[in-house]
């Protein structure tokens, strides 16, 4: 049974290493902490981390998520 109690915290993974899984929408909202709907807008206007398509499943490659964290956080020293 995969609870919430024996998965372990998204954002403590990420920032530790690549997750050994690709990260789901849930995932996605509890690491930026931000509604799952927000992920979705994003996704939608193509400004938040990309994912893809398993079926009718939407995922995200923690590379990729590090990635777009890694750009945004370049693109705010820039900018400031």
Known sequence: MDT???RPDP???L???LPD???TPDDIAEIFEVPKETV???RKKR???PGFRIGKHVRYDP???QAYVTQRKSADR???
Do not use: E, K, S
């Open 4 to 6: 919430a109690l024996n």
């Open 47 to 49: 400004i938040g981390p």
């Open 63 to 65: 590379a990729d998520v």
């Open 40 to 42: 979705y807008q994003w």
């Open 11 to 13: 954002r403590a993974t």
């Open 21 to 23: 899984r690709y990260l």
């Open 78 to 80: 820039d900018a400031a």
């Open 15 to 17: 920032r530790g290493g």
